[in-house]
């Protein structure tokens, strides 16, 4: 099928909107037109085009028809799945929708930017648009195998939806609603308005003061007075409906129009719903391709992306050696130990061995934080001989080889990488005498419950993070750790990044940062004090 | 007042095969639940459960002619059936197909209104007791209830039937209500039951303005606060019960310490006594400037008392899900032996036939069920059931079915 497709793309490369000159382009059909489309394709790319264009948002309601490459359909899968997966875990960790907004804006700017300026450079914002389109499908690919995978992709993309929503200038969100052409959106009359104005003002009084902040009377009766009603069945804003925010009456509710959001929100969803289980549907006709499905399932069975380990190619900043064979040990290096960590550490000193798996864990973190490898050969000589149960003879025998071999001096000289939480995850769970792991997965709750009391966390926290372990969200678990035993509340807008940890040599990195700037700020204040 | 406190063995298995066989209207309760004189999904696709005498309890059952559904029922002679939902296959097949693949489509829309929930303010009875003081509360919820469904749902074809104790069931069968979802289900169910919590520990605090809902709720109740509370169940006669629903329901703390010294002091006031001294103390307690402000915020906590005693309470589980089962109109009550009729105008627990006097009305008339004390019910019930066939007919068919009637 997809060879066919190929010929057809040959023969129409020169004439249509195409990006790609790439020989290794795909053709990404989607099962919603199907594959009944014939000669007329162009024509439909072009429409897709001219109206992905139009607005700054859309609904995602064409499929794409044009050429992407597989690099291209990876590289874009994984930023959107980045933001989805921020957003997912921000919703787990009971963020308020504003502080998700908070969170997400600088990655949206980063990773699926969209130009907020004029036209002025049409080609980038078109390629913005483009890129944001086909991830969204590409995602819905991903995402549309059970019904799990289908109401979190939902969820997130809904969110995401509201978020860029509120970003959008009032002309531009105007011009979006235009653009949709919902048969729900049908204003009231004047008249009809009159005559119901005492019920609508009841019910929009209080949302006008603790959504809008109009403190006063009048200000609210005012922006009453100018405020438009949309009339629609009371299904379609059912949420509304639960809390009492929409005057219902004979089976229609009144939104008004700040409202709206709401109800575009429900529209969008029920889309994407319904979407999903068509795309889900046509999946097994995807399955002669031996290219995506492998990219497919890789990317939704559960995979976080993290890009800590690529952005820094050179871990951690060791400028005046702060990391060395003792200082590995002190409080004050010890304090920014992810859990995992500090249980590797606790066994290391119990027992003055790990074993393979732990060994690997802790040797190639502490790498991670830029201990070299001398200090490092060092500090585990000096573990596991302190006891007396092993020689330095014996150590350089057996061992010696294994730790210098992780830092590229021995074999092969592969410069490995520190373990992220998915490579953690993905190893043979410990077993006895064994340290390695996710102590979120792995420590019974009554051990993780102690653990947690010992970082002064009160019964709540510890609840909310034991939540999460049972949910399998061991990456939001730790997150929680790390924001409750931090002074610091989630939304700093320094940290322009993932705020979702996973990786336990971010969690070092992030830790120290913040006491750094601590450290700062403080040595400022008293700066000031004493001039 | 006659109680309807059942006698301590309820009817016999025997008693129960008589009222299946002789007079249980199994055709207009499979119409009902057909919503159509033709024999639709809407029935062959609906679960029926039944609960025996042992405890034992089957689920899935389902039937597909009305000769079907009695000859089962009469088989089975079971304590008592509950309806569920309409599902994607007949549920009897359940067995050989994927649970999985079983999904429930459609249901009415039900709510629950039980007695228990009103205890805190009701001093005729207790317990499973029931009399005609107390069914007032539960007349005057259905009377809310109905307005709230009719004019803010624009719902149609509902009825109360009796639960055969202490309650009420409200059956809803409107297309509408019927395809509602769960998500659906439990934002009308939030929309409706004002007031969730039911230890009246805290003070209900409501926005205001109030929600056109509570407006009108409010507009309907307030005259029979006096009467119902005040007068009738004076619930706050007893100071510790004061203590702790009425005065934990006002919004300063000064005023309330005021009450209870007054109440501590003179023991035993009536209720209508201590609602009055609350705006006594009250007035002696503010100061001028901000007297306004404070018989303001009391009239608004005087208000959420009202909602507070006297709005319907809903049992939240029955309404949530679509699958949920909730027994079938016409039971006996297994404790009670009062037949689930449908609650008719001017309804009392009191007036609900027992099978036992029913067995004795048609020995008594030759088995002609027309003589009995169920007749008025069922010809009500049949009156309602034609209701929602008529309204269930979609416009084309509708006018068919109109012209064929001429």
Known sequence: MFRQNKRRLAARRNN??????????????????GFTSNGSLSLDEQKLYSNISKTKLNFYELPPQGEITLEEFET???????????????????????????????????????????????????????????????????????????????????????????????????????????????????????????QLYQTASPLLQFQLN?????????????????KLPFENVIELVGNRQVFINNGYAYLPQFQQLNLLASEFSNNISNSLIKTFQYMPRLNEDDRLLPILTHLSSGYTVTDFDQNNGQYGENSDNEINAESVWSPEIMKHYPLSVKHLMEGLKLNHHLRYNGRQQLSLFLKGIGLT???????FAKAFTDGGHMTTEKFNKEYRYNFRHNYGLEGNRINYKPWDCRTILSKPRPGRGDYHGCPFRDFSSEKMTSELQKMNLTPA?????????????????????????????????????????????????????????????????????VN | MATTNGTPSGPSSSDMEYYYRKLYPFTDIYHWLNHSMTTSKDMTHREFAMAFRSGAYKRYNSYTSIQEFKQQIERANPDRFEIGAIYNKPPKERDTILKSEMKALEKELVFDIDMDDYDSYRTCCTGAMVCSRCWKFITL?????????????????????????????????????R??????????????????????????????????????SLDLLKPHFSDIILEEQDPWADDANAFATLLTALHDKLLMDAC???????????????????????????????????????????????????????????????????????CIHPATGNVCVPIIDGFEPSQAPKLIGLQEEMTEHNDNVKFTSLQKFLDYFEKYVNQVIENNLDSGTKREYEELLK
Not at chain 2, 205 to 210: H, K
């Open chain 2, 260 to 330: 209870r010294k007054y109440w501590t002091e003179n023991p035993g006031r009536s209720s209508k006594q201590k609602w009055s001294d609350i705006d006594v103390l009250a007035s002696s307690e503010v100061k001028a400037n901000k007297r306004h402000d404070y018989l303001l915020k009391l009239k608004e906590c005087k208000e959420d008392i009202i909602l507070q005693t006297l709005y319907p309470k809903l049992d939240v589980e029955v309404t949530k899900q679509t699958i949920h089962l909730l027994k079938a109109p016409f």
């Open chain 1, 214 to 230: 109009l403190t006063d009377e009048q200000q609210r009766k005012a922006y009453f007075a100018r405020e438009r009603y949309i």
């Open chain 1, 76 to 198: 874009w899968a994984i930023d959107r799945l980045k933001i989805l997966q921020e957003i997912q875990s921000s919703i787990s960790r009971n963020k308020s929708v504003k502080e998700i907004a908070t969170i997400i804006k600088p990655q949206l700017q980063k990773l699926l930017p969209s130009t907020l300026a004029s036209f002025s450079n049409a080609n980038d914002s078109f390629l913005e648009k483009k890129k944001d389109y086909y991830s969204h499908y590409i995602l819905r690919l991903c995402f549309c195998r059970t019904k799990e995978l289908r109401e979190s992709f939902i969820r997130s993309e809904t969110l995401l939806f509201k978020i860029r929503f509120n970003m959008l200038t009032a002309v531009d969100q105007t011009k979006f609603v235009q653009s949709l052409n919902l048969p729900l959106l049908q204003f009231i009359s004047d008249e009809e308005k009159n005559q119901l104005s005492q």
């Open chain 2, 179 to 216: 395809q509602m979802g769960d998500l659906q289900r439990r934002n009308i169910l939030d929309y409706v039951n004002v007031v969730r919590d039911r230890s009246n520990e805290k003070r209900l605090s409501l926005m205001r303005p109030y929600h056109p809902l509570l407006v009108r």
């Open chain 2, 141 to 177: 919820a259905m009377e809310v209830m109905n307005i709230t469904l009719s004019e803010d749902f624009g719902f149609k074809d509902f009825v109360w039937v009796f639960s055969g104790r202490r309650g009420a069931h409200c059956w809803i069968s409107d297309k509408r209500a």
């Open chain 1, 461 to 529: 926290q510890i609840g909310s993070v034991l939540d999460s372990c049972n949910k399998g969200e061991y990456t939001t678990a730790n997150t929680k750790v790390f924001e409750f035993t931090h002074d610091f509340n989630g939304n700093d807008p320094e940290i322009n990044d993932q705020t979702l940890i996973a990786h336990p040599n971010l969690y070092f990195e992030r830790s120290r940062q913040l006491e750094k700037k601590k450290i700062e700020i403080e040595e400022k204040i008293k700066g000031t004090v």
């Open chain 1, 16 to 33: 249509d909107l195409s990006f790609e000159d790439s020989n290794t382009s795909i053709k990404l059909e989607n099962g919603i037109t």
């Open chain 1, 373 to 379: 490898a001398d200090e490092s050969l060092k500090f």
